[in-house]
């Protein structure tokens, strides 16, 4: 009767843990996945973009609002890439929120910087997941966080984000060899976003038709643009999913280089979960390379 009663009262104690799983809301897909990555079995963090929606540009719904408002924790990469995320934490009750870009272990660049110290227009460049390094430090910034909140599931928190940083090095080292044969291939594209990706992987990305996340193209940059890509041969111009391609298109007609297949850095067209962030980062290699090995 002893032993019935014991696992009587584990199984309980394991529904009360389940119950208390912290509620964890994230900004949009790629970090959506790392926290997923993290927490596993024990629970799926909320996402405040729906899929489709544009990261740099939303606007919560009420419930949404609420649903932020009532987080245990709230993980995004920060101000800088989700200003509609940023008005709405003012309402965070006593959760926690963990913005990564700001962390000091985070990698970061300057918008448009082609090497260390340089910059072409101002600010952190907010697209950090797209460095692997970061994936990785970040996995680890998450556990420690869902460990701070939820200390009962602690150690699997922080074995999950090691089961998980193991698979990032896998999709880094299949992403380094899908680029490897393309690394000398210039190319442009259609939002100044790839800074991080451009710069680990060795590639060659000559500019941004867009050169702010939500400004207009001006006509003075996008002249300077296509006088740089015609004196470098340019290859590809690759437009973004779920954007129109019609600049990336008059670009490639005016430069002669080839429309690439729309890129999606942000993963706004991916299924959410935890295979998201290894999809984004596949999915980007293998559309620069289908473009840009073409002979
Ligand atoms: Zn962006």
């Known amino acids: 009767m002893r032993g019935l009663y014991v696992a009587a009262a584990v199984l ?41 929606g544009d990261a740099h540009d939303f606007q919560l719904r009420p ?5 932020l408002a009532t987080a245990d924790l709230v993980i995004w990469v920060g101000p800088e890439m989700t200003p509609w995320m940023a008005r709405a934490m003012d309402s965070l009750g006593s959760g926690l929120s963990l913005p990564l870009l700001d962390a000091p272990e985070t ?7 082609k090497d260390e110290g340089e910059h072409a227009h101002e600010g952190v460049d907010p697209h950090a997941w797209l460095e692997p390094e970061n994936a990785q430090i970040w996995l ?15 150690e699997t928190y922080r ?42 992987f060795g590639l060659q990305n000559e500019g941004s038709l867009r050169m702010g996340d939500a400004a207009p193209s001006g006509a003075a940059h996008l002249a300077e643009l296509q006088d740089l890509l015609t004196a470098d041969g340019a290859v590809c111009i690759f437009p973004e999913a779920n954007h129109t391609d019609a600049s990336a298109r008059q670009m490639a007609e005016a430069t002669g280089a080839r429309l690439g297949a729309p890129l999606d850095p942000e993963g706004s067209m991916l299924t ?19 473009c840009l090995s073409q002979q």
């Not at 843990?17 to 970090?31: C, I, R, S």
């Not at 419930?63 to 649903?67: F, I, K, R």
């Not at 990698?107 to 910087?113: D, E, I, K, P």
């Not at 680890?140 to 602690?154: F, M, N, S």
């Open 140 to 154: 680890g910034l998450i556990a420690e966080a869902l460990a701070q909140t939820d200390p009962v599931q602690a």
């Open 12 to 52: 309980a104690f394991g529904q009360a843990a389940l119950a208390d799983t912290p509620k964890v809301v994230t900004d949009f897909g790629p970090v959506q996945s790392l926290v997923a990555m993290v927490m596993g079995d024990l629970g799926t963090p909320d996402m405040m973009l729906p899929r489709g």
């Open 272 to 290: 959410p979960g935890p295979a998201l962030y290894g999809d984004l980062m596949r999915g980007l290699a293998r559309s620069m390379a289908e």
């Open 63 to 67: 419930s949404q609002a609420q649903d």
């Open 107 to 113: 990698l970061t660049r300057t918008f448009g910087a």
């Open 159 to 200: 074995a999950n984000a090691k089961a998980a940083q193991a698979e990032v090095t896998v999709i880094e080292a299949d992403v380094a060899a899908v680029l490897a044969p393309i690394k000398d291939k210039p190319f442009a594209v259609a939002h100044d976003a790839y800074g991080y990706f451009a710069a680990h």
